[in-house]
């Protein structure tokens, strides 16, 4: 399995920030995946973050609110923008090594957000 | 739309009792079947499954996939407090090509509680 580091960890923010979610793996990965799962809720994903290129993103999430980068194989950031109270949440940082693994996904610590 | 309904939504039992947790899926291009444990913020990887009939055993928990139902179970033998957690199932599909993974799509999670 791979050692996902998620930070923050968790954070409290005033509405209408924006904040940064990082994401780093210990090993070069194929894929990752950013999901968020709110309040008594389960994880929806949000996007596929690919490298070099743009996030594919699934329906009801977009770019300008969730704008996501992927510089490298073991690095992603999702950044959540102009936040609402709406916007408080887990997210979580997901990984698939697509060639060593039969499709296991592993998760990364998660962020707690609280947005005030 | 691809969907994954586990039950019960919760559950309460005592210790040394036996639990069997149920998730039925509809996805498109199916591959695989994933469950996981979920204790604070991150889903811990338990099992994956992808083809019928054969029983994935790990220490008191073990699983089974009927591609035929489109259902799996998750059993709990001898229950403990530990294993109070949310438990969360999540169907994977192969990308439109068949040739790699595509997103996964995950319930709503059981929640189990194990009194002493």
């Known amino acids: 399995s791979a050692v996902i580091s998620q930070k923050p960890s968790r954070d409290i923010c005033q509405r209408g920030t924006s904040l940064t979610i990082q994401c780093q793996v210990d090993?070069?990965?194929?894929?990752m995946f950013w999901y968020r799962q709110q309040p008594g809720q389960s994880l929806t994903l949000i996007a596929t973050?690919?490298?070099?290129?743009?996030?594919?993103?699934e329906s009801g999430f977009v770019i300008d609110k969730f704008p996501i980068s992927r510089p490298n194989l073991t690095f992603s950031t999702l950044t959540v923008s102009n936040m609402s109270p709406e916007d408080s949440s887990i997210y979580l940082c997901?990984?698939?090594?697509?060639?060593?693994?039969?499709?296991?996904?592993?998760f990364g610590q998660g962020t707690r957000l609280t947005v005030v | 739309e691809d969907k994954v309904v586990q039950s019960p939504l919760s559950l309460v039992v005592h210790e040394g009792d036996t639990v069997t947790l149920n998730c039925s899926y509809e996805?498109?291009?199916?591959?695989?079947l994933l469950w996981y444990k979920q204790e604070k913020k991150a889903p811990t990887f338990l099992f994956m499954l992808?083809?019928?009939?054969i029983e994935k055993k790990s220490g008191r928990l073990s699983s089974i996939l009927d591609k035929k139902e489109l259902f799996s179970i998750l059993n709990i033998t001898a229950t403990q407090t530990g294993d109070s957690a949310v438990y969360l199932c999540?169907?994977?599909?192969?990308?439109?090509?068949?040739?790699?993974?595509?997103?996964?799509?995950f319930g709503q999670g059981t929640i189990l509680t194990v009194h002493p």
């Open positions: 997901s990984v698939l090594h697509q060639v060593i693994s039969s499709g296991e996904a592993f």
């Open positions: 090993s070069q990965v194929t894929m």
């Open positions: 973050a690919n490298q070099g290129s743009e996030a594919t993103y």
């Open positions: 996805v498109t291009n199916f591959r695989s």
């Open positions: 992808t083809s019928s009939g």
């Open positions: 999540a169907a994977r599909a192969s990308n439109a090509g068949g040739t790699s993974y595509g997103k996964l799509t």
